[in-house]
DNA sequence: AATGCCTAACAAAGATGCCC
DNA sequence: GGGCATCTTTGTTAGGCATT
């Protein structure tokens, strides 16, 4: 993949957060809480970067992928190729603050992560650097193996609980698609019945609670506000 | 307002290395 | 050699901002 594409022309897929107010926007940015990032950071200065199997036995981080924890402690680490730390009991907030101040014209970044732009490593080349690391970062065994991990009481309740509030967004999402469709309706009345006569205050009222709508959450909104 | 560009996040697939 | 785990690359989707 050379450059990103944009979206496609003409019509899109779906209604966008710059289409309309915000109505998408309730949504915090996917991937990672700074909690669950701070559990990661944990749980790799404990079992070791890479060692996702046994972050993923520990219960720490319910739902997370191995993709998904090596693609944060990329971003943790400030640089793409995680390799030089493999198996390493570090903090990678370390490596990442320090990656952060790396300066030249040779240093090539994407998002935000140093990339590696010459050739690709070799196996020597890569047991040298993790020696080094290990040297120069590696917590002592006392630290690391005392470190605590958050246990969700129950992994499966915490599950159920993700699995309803899906549900709840589902409909959540319903109910606002319903809310445009209808603004777009009334939006389009209102247009055809003032350049036919002007509007009386009996009409504003009428208008009003039609763009009263119930929410998932038990409340009542007046559409015309958003 | 509509559309394009860039970035961020993620999943999937392919590549590689290790262990039995 | 096969299976498994991990690493790396590629492709897709979506949000934010700029431009027309």
């Not at 309803?164 to 469709?181: D, F, G, P």
Request: hydrophobic content about 35%; charged content about 30%.
């Amino acid at each position: 993949m050379s450059t990103p594409r944009s979206m496609t022309a003409g019509a899109r897929n779906i209604l966008r957060s710059n289409d309309s107010a915000s109505l998408w926007n309730y949504t915090v940015a996917p991937g990672w809480s700074i909690n669950e990032a701070e559990i990661l950071r944990k749980a790799l200065m404990k079992f070791g970067v890479g060692n996702w199997s046994k972050i993923i036995e520990s219960n720490c981080l319910v739902g997370k992928t191995n993709a998904q924890m090596n693609l944060q402690t990329q971003r943790m680490l400030g640089q793409q190729s995680t390799a030089e730390f493999a198996g390493l009991h570090i903090d990678p907030r370390l490596i990442g603050q320090k990656n952060s101040l790396i300066q030249g014209e040779h240093i090539r970044r994407k998002n935000g992560c140093i990339v590696n732009t010459g050739a690709k490593l070799s196996r020597e080349e890569i047991r040298r650097r993790i020696a080094e690391n290990k040297e120069q970062y590696e917590l002592q065994e006392e630290e690391w193996s005392a470190i605590d991990l958050p246990l969700p009481e129950d992994p499966q309740l915490l599950l159920e609980a993700k699995r309803s509030e899906k549900v709840r967004l589902e409909l959540e999402l319903k109910n606002v698609q319903r809310q445009i469709a209808m603004l777009r309706k009334a939006g389009k009345r209102f247009e055809m019945e003032s350049s036919e006569s002007p509007k009386t205050e009996q009409d504003e009222e009428e208008h009003a609670e039609e763009i009263i709508e119930d929410q998932p959450n038990g409340k009542r909104i007046r559409l015309d506000a958003c």
